[in-house]
């Protein structure tokens, strides 16, 4: 693996909510995020159809104190949500960002259920607001 961009993200309120995000050939990325400062629950989803683990996710969480870190491959889309004030996240990827690549999917889809931890409120964008169902994906990625 070849990363050619590094990049950090804050988050300035516990709850906030980055994702799922993903990109589409020939800049999809693969991405490798650890936690900087503060914690984060870090979620990745498989999205690339075919594969048997279509639509699952795993979570990890990321903090400074555990020293852990996640590989999100090419075909899964990304997302977190922070669980302490003034998070940073630092992300390598394969490839640029490029806005006219850049996709998503909603982060709270029943379809994918992803397990959430309860916060007293969860701070999004509107782009994050917006995202389609993972049933309302075109077929981006294939498994091979």
Known sequence: ????????????????????H???PP????KLVRCLRGALLDVTVDIRHGSPTYGKWVSVELSPEN??????PAGFAHGFVTLQPDTIISYKVTAP????HDRGVRWNDAEIGIEWPQMDAYVLSDK???????SELPEYFQFS
């Open 97 to 100: 960002y490029s806005g006219e």
């Open 1 to 20: 693996v070849s990363f050619v961009q590094d990049n950090e993200s804050l988050s300035a309120q516990p709850g906030t909510v980055r994702g799922l």
């Open 22 to 24: 993903f990109q589409l």
């Open 27 to 30: 800049f999809a990325q693969g």
């Open 67 to 72: 020293g852990s870190q996640l590989w999100v």
């Open 128 to 134: 994050d607001n917006k995202q389609p169902l993972l």
